[in-house]
């Protein structure tokens, strides 16, 4: 199982950009892939974006692709989200998992406290 801290979150207007990152452990992290995934208020968490093992392969949710970008640095087990053109839509907690390889399905397991991201209009 991997574990993983998001930081990099905060308060922005709409049109502005954030980059979270993704601490993670786990002697399996540089062999699995990864993935981001946001619960706005009052709604259920939602898959944002995922990226293989190796970071050849990415698969992002329709409303984010071209704004959202994942990379991964296995020598540093971190997983970041470059996040450019936000909107008030994307306000949500975001979080890191394991993701269910290209679905949008959100995975069961464990969650952390993710990192809180609001952009005003």
């Known amino acids: 199982q991997v574990h993983a801290v998001e930081s990099g979150g905060g308060l922005v207007q709409a049109g502005e950009s954030l980059r979270l990152s993704c601490a993670a452990s786990?002697?399996?992290?540089?062999?699995?892939?990864m993935g981001w995934f946001r619960q706005a208020p009052g709604k259920e968490r939602e898959f944002v974006a995922a990226?293989?093992?190796?970071?050849?392969?990415?698969y992002y949710t329709d409303s984010v692709k071209g704004r959202f970008t994942i990379s991964r640095d296995n020598a540093k087990n971190t997983v970041n989200l470059e996040m450019n053109s936000l909107k008030p839509e994307d306000t949500a907690v975001y979080y890191c998992?394991?993701?269910?390889?290209?679905?949008?399905?959100?995975?069961?397991?464990?969650w952390g406290q993710g990192t809180q991201v609001t952009v005003s209009s």
């Open positions: 990226i293989d093992w190796s970071g050849d392969y990415t």
């Open positions: 998992n394991t993701p269910i390889w290209a679905t949008t399905k959100v995975p069961i397991g464990y």
């Open positions: 786990g002697r399996t992290f540089s062999s699995v892939a």
